[in-house]
């Protein structure tokens, strides 16, 4: 049986994530080749490119005019000869600089006005002079780094200087063309990389790096290009598929993978015909505190619209109407203080709980939650699965203590600055990284560091990065949403703790998605979130039954 494209894949309907603008083009290929969705090394796509040309009986060459004919075909459909009075190919060495060569030469067969800045280097990689050699007569060629770069008005700049091969910081001629095109705010395509960033490691903070516009990567994203650090210099990227070796990809140890739509779409099982409510569980809300019944209400709108059985609310007394009146479908259990919770009812009819949203930080609220952390250990049997999440985090990094009571695989899910009060400030997003690594192993849990590529660290020390999402959603009440969506999936006793963070993390971001289509993103709020839940685990349902 074939595999089709399913309907959300258009790109009309999606703005963000790039990786799912070249799913459209290739969905067989990507659920046939890459169902891991695995972000490899540096080192390991130096493998992969030997393996693919071995594997397939290529030449080098042959896979650099792939490479090359992907990009120039992304560069085609995205503007016309007539809109770029120039195209400036800038070479470096290496065969980055030889994907350039290739590329320059292909534009100018397009007949786009190609001009190429080379590089001087002491040596040239064999592919790069390959490309030189057959560069047409009709291109103007020149030398770059010590001379300023001339740069036409509303110009391309393709940057082809390095890539992946990249392994220190560029210096002398390459730093000072990399400063030219940054202070002129060039429109600049990186090939595979921007020139100057490590694909996949740390480097001083002052490192010349070329600010792209766009990147269009070959075969997998890059470490790089999911970090919050890198933003300025990624731009919006595309990964551009040129028939990788799928058998060395599905082989290869990743410890970094990224949850796109065909990710996502096997983690969502059908509702049974004869489901009863019984069937997708009892959740039990511990949220809301005077002031912030908004955050409960929610959390409890989002986990009921993520298909939980029964949902249970706890919140403080002055929140009981407020619930019991915006939210009829929810059971509500009053606690005996009237401004913050005080008490954990009994655990016993629940199968998921979710504690934070608008909880303010009492010490009986956290008394509250050592309860909740000892009880849900001792449930016989398995433990009881725990969602934590705003002050039931601000809680933990004030008694560090009682992280060593955290039940296996509980999940939290804090924003940089939560996470920094559960552990230490991180020097930069790689070091953040590591920290999120090693507390996720720690601890046996899950921790999904919010924001912009939402990062889900496993017990297992795997670290998934989220593709949808946009900035809209950073608005007060996303989190809250996100705390619902990941209670109710939990309680869901058909799914792994792991399918269920995944799938939540990946469904909260298509449905912010889908809200700013249809708000834009300034005026995206929380609830519009939740209005949307419903129709992304339908598209993952749909996907699934192609
Ligand atoms: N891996 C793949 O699947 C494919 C890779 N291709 C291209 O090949 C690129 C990788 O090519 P290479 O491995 O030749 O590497 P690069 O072209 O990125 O750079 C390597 C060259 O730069 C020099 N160099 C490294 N660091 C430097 C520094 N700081 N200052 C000055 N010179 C420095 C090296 O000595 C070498 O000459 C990829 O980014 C991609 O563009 C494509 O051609 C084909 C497919
Ligand atoms: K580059």
């Excluded at 509303?154 to 063309?177: H, I, Y």
């Excluded at 600049?188 to 990147?215: E, M």
Aim: one cysteine or more; proline letters at 7%; aromatic letters at 8%.
């Amino acid at each position: 049986m074939g595999l089709h494209c399913p309907a959300f894949y258009d790109e009309a309907v999606i703005r963000r994530p790039p990786v799912l603008c070249t799913l459209k083009k290739y969905p067989t290929l990507f659920f046939i080749l890459f169902p891991a969705m695995k972000i490899l090394t540096a080192a390991q796509i130096r493998q992969l490119d030997y393996a693919t040309v071995s594997e397939q009986g290529l030449s080098s060459v042959e896979l650099m005019e792939r490479a090359a004919t992907a990009f120039t075909k992304w560069l085609r459909r995205r503007w016309s000869t007539s809109q770029v009075p120039e195209v400036l190919v800038l070479a470096g060495p290496g065969n980055n600089g030889g994907d350039g060569l290739a590329i320059a030469r292909l534009l100018y067969q397009d007949g786009y006005p190609v001009r190429v800045g080379l590089l001087p280097a002491a040596s040239y990689s064999a592919d790069y002079l390959h490309n030189r050699a057959h560069l047409p007569k009709g291109v103007p060629v020149h030398e770059i780094g010590a001379t300023p770069l001339e740069l036409k008005p509303n110009g391309l700049v393709v940057d082809a200087l390095f890539g992946t091969g990249l392994s220190r910081p560029l210096a002398e001629e390459a730093a000072a063309v990399v400063a030219q095109l940054n202070e002129a705010r060039a429109r600049v395509v990186a090939v595979d990389l921007p020139s100057g960033l490590l694909a996949d490691s740390p480097q001083p903070a002052d490192s010349p790096i070329v600010q792209a516009s766009y990147t269009v990567s070959f075969g997998l994203p890059k470490l790089a290009f999911f970090l919050p650090q890198h933003a300025a210099f990624v731009g919006e990227w595309h990964v551009e598929d040129i028939g990788l070796s799928a058998a060395f990809i599905a082989d290869a140890e990743a410890s970094w993978f990224f949850t796109d739509a065909s990710a996502a779409q096997g983690l969502l099982p059908a509702r049974p015909p004869y489901a009863h409510k019984g069937t997708f569980g009892h959740a039990l809300l511990l949220a809301g505190s005077r002031g912030k019944i908004g955050a409960a209400l929610l959390a409890t709108q989002a986990c009921l619209r993520t298909g939980v059985g029964l949902l249970t609310v706890r919140v403080p007394g002055c929140g009981y109407e407020i619930l019991q009146t915006a939210a009829p479908e929810a059971m509500c259990l009053a606690d005996a203080h009237p401004d913050y919770l005080s008490e954990l009812p009994d655990l016993s009819p629940y199968q998921a709980v979710g504690m934070g949203p608008g909880l303010g930080q009492q010490p009986a609220s956290r008394g509250v939650l050592q309860q909740l952390l000892e009880e849900a250990a001792n449930t016989s049997g398995q433990p009881l699965p725990l969602v934590l999440d705003a002050d039931a985090l601000n809680l933990l990094g004030q008694h560090r203590e009682l992280l060593a009571q955290l039940p296996p695989d509980t999940v939290l899910t804090p924003h940089p600055k939560e996470f920094e009060r559960l552990t230490e400030r991180a020097r930069d997003d790689y070091h953040r990284l590591e920290l999120l690594q090693a507390f996720a192993r720690e601890h046996r849990c899950y921790v999904v560091l919010k924001g912009a590529y939402s990062c889900l660290a496993t017990p297992q020390g795997e670290l998934h990065f989220n593709c949808t999402g946009n900035p809209g959603m950073a608005t007060g009440g996303s989190g809250d949403v996100l705390t619902g969506l990941l209670t109710a999936l939990r309680a869901d006793v058909r799914l792994t703790a792991f399918a269920a963070v995944q799938l939540g993390v990946y469904a909260h971001g298509r449905a912010g998605d889908l809200a700013a289509q249809e708000s834009g993103e300034p005026g995206l709020i929380a609830s519009d979130i939740i209005r949307y839940i419903g129709p992304a685990l339908r598209e993952l349902t749909a996907a699934r039954e192609f």
